[in-house]
Nanobody, 125 residues
Framework: QVHLVESGGGSVQAGGSLTLSCVAS????????MGWFRQAPGKEREGVAG????????NNADSVKGRFTISRDYAKNALYLRMNNLKPEDTAMYFC??????????????????WGQGTQVTVSS
């Protein structure tokens, strides 16, 4: 099973930026997609951004479009989430995941089998 470790979370003021990193123990051909998800207290886990590995195509949630960018580095077995212009409503635990989501299903958490432990992002107003 692929082991995922996130880092890069922290506390910032509104308008600030953070870059989250996720290092995978391996990339395998059985995994078609990777994504970032978040979960705030009392809320369901939601997809933030996903990438379809074979094509490099991405999809972002409407709430983060124009602010967040997902990218990957195959050489480092890494996935990144660059977050700009952060808002208090972005406060949540952020999780990295890998799975078999199709290119049009990247933000569905049910399509991901492997999850990291999460990294906390807190944005103050």
């Amino acid at each position: 099973q692929v082991h995922l470790v996130e880092s890069g979370g922290g506390s910032v003021q509104a308008g600030g930026s953070l870059t989250l990193s996720c290092v995978a123990s391996e990339f395998t051909y059985s995994i078609s997609s990777m994504g970032w998800f978040r979960q705030a207290p009392g809320k369901e886990r939601e997809g933030v951004a996903g990438i379809y590995l074979a094509l490099g195509t991405t999809n972002n949630a409407d709430s983060v479009k124009g602010r967040f960018t997902i990218s990957r580095d195959y050489a480092k077995n890494a996935l990144y989430l660059r977050m700009n212009n952060l808002k208090p409503e972005d406060t949540a635990m952020y999780f990295c995941a890998s799975g078999t989501a199709g290119r049009y299903d990247l933000l569905n958490p049910r399509s991901y089998a492997n999850w990291g432990q999460g990294t906390q992002v807190t944005v103050s107003s």
